[in-house]
Each structure stands twice: as structure tokens, then as C-alpha cells.
């Protein structure tokens, strides 16, 4: 079997992805790339969790054709495509519905920062993407989700903030590792809910200090991290 570490971690993040909470039903997907050889292994379309294999992902290169695989990959797999193509740096993509994140997207707004919890993961508000039009909702709607969020970070680093909200459908995360791809769209999900009540409590409330977000995000990330251990 080609591409074998690949799908592992593939299935190693969709396991994981199933088990976090993060997903209702078969509402999530996880891909993992190899851009070197310009090819990504993604969960396949409607398979519960648990019946998932390292020999059921679905291997699709950067055009978007199944080079590996009996079973139809995620009808996501052209917005994973899109990102893989766009944001240099990241190796895996992640897609939930999970429900705080859920309603902050079907409200139409960003996931503001207003903490250090926050901003230990993302350098500043995690955005939502436009609206799309009829036209690109009619003609490759994947493709064209994956085009809003691209568009969304034409002046953004998604490295610095490596996650986002589709207007009225839900989180993408992404990350160089599938696990580390879960565990950003896990904190997501955490700041969601933790932003969510704190609108509930003080509704007029300004986002983060600057000097604090960055001391925060700063401290694990770049080449001068002190968090955690070298």
C-alpha cells in the first residue's frame, strides 16, 4: 500500500477527532498531506468513526483525483484541496460542527479574543468568512468555500491564527500535524464556548489588551517560545 504512514496518521486524527466531542454524527473530517508528494489522505464521505481503517482513508492529489482508495472521499475534500494550496506551512486540515464555534459562524461573527486562554492559540480574533454568493453556492460550493476562507486571509498569517469560521456552516482548524491540527480546532471549540459566556455576562466587553495578547501568544510560538519544554 503507498503513502502507509499517511494514512495512518490520517486515521490516527479521525479516531481522535471522533473521541474529542468535537463532532455530532459524521458531522467532521480530518486530511493529512504529503506535499512533497503532492497528495492527502482524508476520511472518507459518511463512514462512522468507528468503522474507520488506516486502509479506508482516501488518497487525492492537489487536482483533486482519488489516487488511492475504494470508498468516496469527504464531500469537504475540495475545500481541504484549496487550503492545502494556499496556506504554505500546514500539513493537516480539520472540519467540525462543534456547537459554540457552530453558532458564533451562524451568527456571522468572529470568536473575539478576550482572554489569555485565547490568545495562547490564536494571535487575535479567529474570523468569519463572507457570505457566499448564489453563484458560488450553485457552481463547486466546496471549492468556493475553500476560495472565502483564502479570501478571508489575504491579510492575515493563518499561521497566527490557524482557524476559522464559514458563515453559517461551521470551523475549519489546520496545523503541520493531524494531531496538532485536532488539538487547535479542540481549543477552538474552548474559546468559543468560554467567549460565548462572556457575552453572556458582560456584553459590551472589549477584546484582550494588545501587550497581553502578545506576551500570551508569543510565549509559545516563534523562535522565542519559552513554553514547554525544547
Known amino acids: 500500500m503507498l503513502h502507509r504512514t499517511l494514512r495512518d496518521e490520517a486515521y490516527e486524527a479521525n479516531r481522535r477527532l471522533g473521541a474529542s466531542g468535537l463532532v455530532d454524527l459524521t458531522f467532521g473530517n480530518v486530511s493529512v498531506a504529503d506535499p512533497g508528494a503532492g497528495v492527502f489522505a482524508i476520511k472518507p464521505s459518511g463512514v462512522p ?8 482513508m482516501v488518497l487525492v492529489d492537489m487536482e483533486g483525483r482519488v489516487v488511492e482508495g475504494s470508498l468516496r472521499p469527504s464531500s469537504d475534500t475540495p475545500t481541504h484541496r484549496r487550503l492545502f494550496q494556499a496556506f504554505a506551512g500546514i500539513r493537516a486540515v480539520v472540519h467540525t460542527h462543534s456547537r459554540h464555534a457552530v453558532s458564533f459562524a451562524q451568527a456571522g461573527r468572529p470568536v473575539q479574543c478576550f482572554g489569555t486562554t485565547h490568545a495562547d492559540y490564536f494571535n487575535g480574533a479567529v474570523p468569519v468568512t463572507r457570505p457566499m454568493t448564489a453563484e458560488e453556492i450553485a457552481d463547486a460550493y466546496e471549492w468556493n468555500t475553500g ?16 482557524a476559522v469560521l464559514v458563515w453559517r456552516h461551521g470551523p475549519f ?32 466587553r472589549e477584546p484582550i489588551e494588545p501587550e497581553l495578547l502578545r506576551r500570551h501568544f508569543k510565549r509559545k510560538h516563534g523562535p522565542g517560545a519559552t513554553y514547554g519544554q525544547r
Open 173 to 204: 482548524a489546520w496545523g503541520p500535524t493531524g494531531a496538532k491540527a485536532v488539538e487547535t480546532a479542540a481549543a477552538l471549540e474552548i474559546v468559543a464556548q468560554m467567549a460565548f459566556q462572556t457575552l453572556a455576562l458582560a456584553p459590551g
Open 147 to 162: 476560495n472565502v476562507i483564502v479570501e478571508t486571509f489575504r491579510d492575515r498569517d493563518p499561521l497566527d491564527v490557524p
Open 49 to 56: 468513526y468507528g468503522e474507520l481503517t488506516p486502509e479506508t
